[in-house]
């Protein structure tokens, strides 16, 4: 049974572009959950999806956005990179109200 | 808003020696709490959770945490360090509202360092 699957594993970009983020959940779960990590940091919330809608926000601006597909797959998308968003972007899927399950990331640096 | 104290952003042990990692938590409704650990360049692996009745919580690779609702603390515990279990530990607070889950908010993480 395949886990939480992201990619890409590493990303490069530069100031100002912008970047897609995938995530597969984990088989049976139908809620992504995405997570920034800073170096040193624990992961900050960024939003929830359930049902291809956003149900809960953290405090990011609009440059960060996301969307959920029908089969519970999602995208992160950041517009307007800035180098602060080089970060580890997390995805966790979970089943509503059950544990949080995480992939391995995507590292993304901003030049 | 739900908040986590991880106390000591550092902690050294030798190897077969008890494992304390300390967590706190602020919550204004019953809490869900986890522990999670990344070793390096990894995602984060659920060590165990709490969500209701047995107060005292076994997890896998031998880790275990008790919630304590008066001290409102969820210290993580192994009775004997193995050098495998050097990583970063995180504990985590959610609340569950109408059935739904809703975000996870980590504290800063311990690193745990095992030596020989």
């Known amino acids: 049974d395949a886990g939480v699957t992201q990619s890409p594993t590493h990303l490069i970009k530069t100031r100002g572009q912008q970047v897609t983020l995938r995530c597969s959940p984990k088989s049976g779960h139908d809620t992504v959950s995405w997570y920034q990590q800073a170096l040193g940091q624990g992961p900050q919330f960024i939003f929830q999806y359930y049902e291809e809608e956003e149900r809960q926000r953290g405090n990011f601006p609009d440059r960060f956005s996301g969307h959920q597909f029908p089969n519970y797959s999602s995208e992160l998308n950041v517009n307007a990179l800035l180098l602060g968003d080089s970060a580890l972007y997390l995805c966790a899927s979970s089943l509503r109200s059950g544990a949080q399950y995480f992939g391995a990331g995507t590292r993304l640096s901003v030049l | 808003a739900q908040s986590v104290t991880q106390l000591g952003s550092h902690v050294s042990v030798s190897e077969g020696a008890l494992v304390l990692l300390r967590c706190n938590y602020s919550s204004s409704v019953p809490p869900y709490l986890f522990w999670y650990v990344q070793y390096p360049n990894q995602g984060l692996q659920l060590l165990l959770k709490?969500?209701?009745?047995?107060?005292l919580v076994k997890g896998i690779n031998g880790f275990e945490a008790e919630f304590k609702k008066s001290e409102t603390s969820f210290h993580l515990t192994k009775p004997s360090a193995h050098m495998s279990d050097a990583a970063e530990y995180f504990c985590a607070v959610s609340v569950d509202s109408g059935g739904s889950n809703y975000k996870l908010t980590f504290g800063k993480g311990t690193l745990l360092t095992v030596n020989p």
């Open positions: 709490y969500t209701t009745g047995a107060t």
